[in-house]
Every structure is written in structure tokens, then in C-alpha cells.
């Protein structure tokens, strides 16, 4: 065999940019940054995405009627999760093309009864949410986020941070003149969970009420309210900064949340382009996946299917067959290679920033644990889907075998029995307060959703 047609046979993944234009990648990069700066809690993230969905047409899901090809539904989970749905030409019992995301990303949840001083500083007590690194959220701007439910049943709406104009929380770390001890501990212990805490002022009420006081005082005349209402309320520090174009080229976006709303915004923009597709097109945004999907509003719950199932019965369907014949795309980010730290990585077996979506055939860890394994069957389905809209796309794991590994919402798609596999954008930094992704890739993620609604 000559030299040149042996070279044909090795695999070299193409970079996204090469089958992109520029202009088209950045304006879209562009839009998604403003959804990030919008959107960083879940709750957040569904009321953006509504607004966005209602401006294309879509409308709130009412069972019971029958449903007509090009229907744009939508259904609200408890604020914190969405599901949408375009109706397809196709019966129902054809089966749908999902899309799943999570809207939920690390940050740091306020305990129930919070407020405390210590040497005049006043602070409030945390719980962080999901996996993070404890130390790498200290000495920066952070901001407010959530609702409270004052003891009256009165709804308040919280968001202190975001505007420049607004005063922003912290959370201090020992100077490295006295450091000794603590530099010399593991990076797990460095900052321990328990002195993630929030300072939120420092004048005291009068001669007589210290700072604890105070800050309670500016609540109440700001919002009415007492130390009683925090314990009915749910508030969340996340990264006061918004989002940013990263290298001299500008050819990367730099934002807290990428994991994962940087495949549910691409989903979303998809579902919202699309006329009357082939088969009915479903979009799920989820929450609490970062801590194992569970709760009401997780993947776990019941309101996925149910959100199928009614639109099979709506469409005199049976559930059962609808679900053998769909497919879903488990859209979450996959963990990119990194040069810095290369001897986390395998790297014949990494996914790399700039080379397109990346098709995980599985995640889990150690043993493939805690992942669904897609079929060779379903991995060459999806890929070849790709390939017929020149989607840029690369395969690989989150590292080393013994190393560590992650989980997606993918488990619990397939206990529906839908055939599902991983596709996401590559990031770099995952779960810190600020991830990393090429616009590249962010563009070739909306690609896939397009390619996919339209198979």
C-alpha cells in the first residue's frame, strides 16, 4: 500500500473552525455569553430560557387536546427545571429526539439560619452545592442569588452582586506571610467547608447592636425582612463577574456555569429554529445534577417521563413503543485535556479544546462506574449523523483510568429505555468559578443539536 493512501487510515479529529465562519461563531458566542450572565442559578436559567422559547412561539403545555406537527410546548418544573417540545410529523410512537442539559453548576448555598459576627465582621454560613474546590473560592466578588419567603407567605425575588453598582460579597483567605501551617495541607483541607464564609459588612447598628444587627437592618428595609425568614428561603453565591472573551484571538469564552449550560443553550437554540421536524423534538433543562440528580426537580424525578408520557397520550401513542424508538443526546460538558497538568490525562484518549463536540461512548469512573455504556450501535449512529452535516466531533475520557471520572444525566435517561449517549463541549477548569471553552466548540455543540433534531 503507497504512503499516502496508509496515512488515509489513521484517525485525526479536524479542528471545529476549518468548517465555520467566523463572523456566524462569534455573534452566536456572543448571544450565549449574555444567556450565561443571566442565568447563573437554575431558577435564573429557566426564566431566561422561557422568555426565549415564548419569543419563538412556544406556549405553556396544556394536556388534553390534540396535538398538531410544528406544536412548540413547554412545561415549567417547580422553576427550577423545563422541558420543551416541538411536535413532529412523525406518529409519536416513532419515538422523540431528546436533548438533556442541566442548568444547576457548583456555588455556595446559604444555611438555614446564616447571619452571624465574629470580631466585628459580620458573615453568613454556607453549604456548598456539588463538587468544587474549596480554596478557589476565596478572595474573589461574589453575588446573591435566590428567593426568600417572608413568614407572611410574601414572595422576594434576591439578586445583590450583578450590577456594578452593587455591593458584592467575599470570602477571605490567610495572607501568605503567616501561612505556614496552612500551606503545607492538602489542597481538600486547605480551606475547610466550614470557614466558607460570606462577609456582608462590618459597621455595627449603634454603641450598643453590633454588625450582625446592622446587616439584618439593611434586609429589612430593603426587602422587610427578619432573621425568622432565611430559614424559608433559598439563596446562592455564585461569581459576581460575567462572562468574558479569553486569547489575543478572542477565540475562547471564559464564564462561571459553562458545565453545563454551554450545551443547554446550543439545544435550545436549535429546538427554537426548527420548523416541523421529522420526529418530536424535546429539549430537557434539569437541575440537581451536580449532586446526583435526585429531588423533584432532578432526572431522577418522575416529571421527565411524565412530560413524555402525556404528549403520547395527547398523541394516541403508546409510551412504551414511543420510548423504544427514541434516541437522546446526554448534552454535558466532557473534561478537555490539559497540557498543565498531562499527567492526569491519557492522551491518546482525551478530548481536546477546538476540536469539536466531544462523543463519550461512556463516562463514570474507576470501572466504568455509575455510566450507561452506549452501544457500539448508538455510538455509530450518532457519529455518522455528525459526519452527514460535517459536524466537527472527537471522542475520549475524562482521564486516567484510576485517576477519577464523572457522571451524567445519561444513567437515568436510559431507565426510560431510550438509547442515550454523551455529547458536550470540551472545558478546561470544570466546576471552578470560571470554566473555559472554545467558540469553536460552543458553535459545533449547536451544530450537533441541529444535525440531531433533524435525523
Known amino acids: 500500500m503507497e504512503k499516502e493512501l ?105 444555611k438555614p439560619m446564616p447571619l452571624y459576627e465574629s470580631s466585628g465582621i459580620g458573615y453568613f454560613k454556607t453549604h456548598y452545592y456539588g463538587g468544587i474546590k474549596k480554596y478557589q473560592w476565596t478572595a474573589m466578588p461574589l453575588a446573591l442569588h435566590g428567593v426568600v419567603y417572608r413568614k407572611d407567605g410574601t414572595r422576594i425575588d434576591v439578586c445583590i452582586g450583578e450590577d456594578e453598582n452593587d455591593p458584592v460579597l467575599y470570602i477571605s483567605d490567610l495572607m501568605p506571610h503567616i501561612a505556614k501551617d496552612q500551606v503545607s495541607k492538602t489542597a481538600s483541607n486547605v480551606i475547610p467547608g466550614e470557614t466558607l464564609n460570606l462577609i456582608n459588612g462590618s459597621l455595627p447598628f449603634d454603641d450598643e447592636e453590633g454588625v450582625k444587627l446592622n446587616v439584618l437592618s439593611i434586609l429589612h428595609e430593603k426587602y422587610g425582612m427578619e432573621e425568622r425568614d432565611f430559614m424559608t428561603a433559598e439563596l446562592s453565591a455564585v461569581p459576581a463577574q460575567k462572562s468574558r472573551e479569553v486569547g489575543l484571538d478572542r477565540s475562547m469564552v471564559a464564564a462561571y456555569g459553562m458545565d453545563d449550560k454551554v450545551c443547554a443553550y446550543p439545544s435550545l437554540r436549535a429546538l427554537e429554529e426548527l420548523d416541523v421536524p421529522k420526529h418530536t423534538c424535546v429539549v430537557f433543562l434539569a437541575d440537581k445534577e451536580e449532586i446526583g440528580s435526585e429531588g423533584v426537580t432532578g432526572l431522577r424525578s418522575e416529571a421527565y417521563a411524565a412530560f413524555l408520557r402525556d404528549l403520547c397520550a395527547d398523541g394516541n401513542a403508546c409510551d412504551r413503543e414511543a420510548f423504544r424508538n427514541s434516541l437522546c443526546i446526554s448534552a454535558d460538558v466532557g473534561g478537555a485535556y490539559d497540557p498543565n497538568f498531562a499527567e492526569a490525562y491519557e492522551s491518546g484518549n482525551s478530548c481536546y479544546i477546538g476540536k469539536g463536540v466531544a462523543v463519550s461512548k461512556y463516562t463514570g469512573s474507576r470501572g466504568k462506574g455509575g455510566c450507561s455504556d452506549a452501544s457500539a450501535e448508538m455510538m455509530s449512529r450518532i457519529t455518522r449523523i455528525l459526519d452527514a452535516d460535517g459536524v466537527a466531533w472527537q471522542t475520549g475520557e475524562y482521564g486516567k483510568v484510576d485517576q477519577g471520572g464523572a457522571g451524567t444525566v445519561a444513567v437515568d435517561i436510559a431507565k426510560f429505555g431510550i438509547d442515550v449517549i454523551d455529547v458536550g463541549v470540551p472545558l478546561l477548569s470544570m466546576h471552578a468559578p470560571s470554566e473555559l471553552a472554545a467558540k469553536s466548540d460552543i458553535y459545533a455543540m449547536y451544530q450537533c443539536s441541529t444535525a440531531f433534531f433533524k435525523d
Open 6 to 110: 496508509a496515512k488515509n487510515l489513521l484517525y485525526k479529529p479536524t479542528p471545529a473552525h476549518l468548517a465555520q465562519d467566523r463572523k456566524t461563531v462569534d455573534a452566536f458566542c456572543d448571544a450565549y455569553r449574555a444567556y450565561m450572565d443571566a442565568s447563573k442559578t437554575e431558577r435564573d436559567a429557566v426564566r431566561v430560557s422561557v422568555e426565549m422559547a415564548e419569543k419563538a412561539g412556544f406556549k405553556p403545555y396544556v394536556p388534553g387536546a390534540p396535538l398538531t406537527p410544528g406544536q412548540r410546548v413547554y412545561r415549567i418544573n417547580r422553576e427550577k427545571s423545563l422541558m420543551l417540545a416541538v411536535i413532529g410529523s412523525e406518529p409519536l410512537s416513532q419515538g422523540f429526539r431528546i436533548m438533556a442539559s442541566h442548568i444547576d453548576s457548583p456555588r455556595l448555598d446559604l
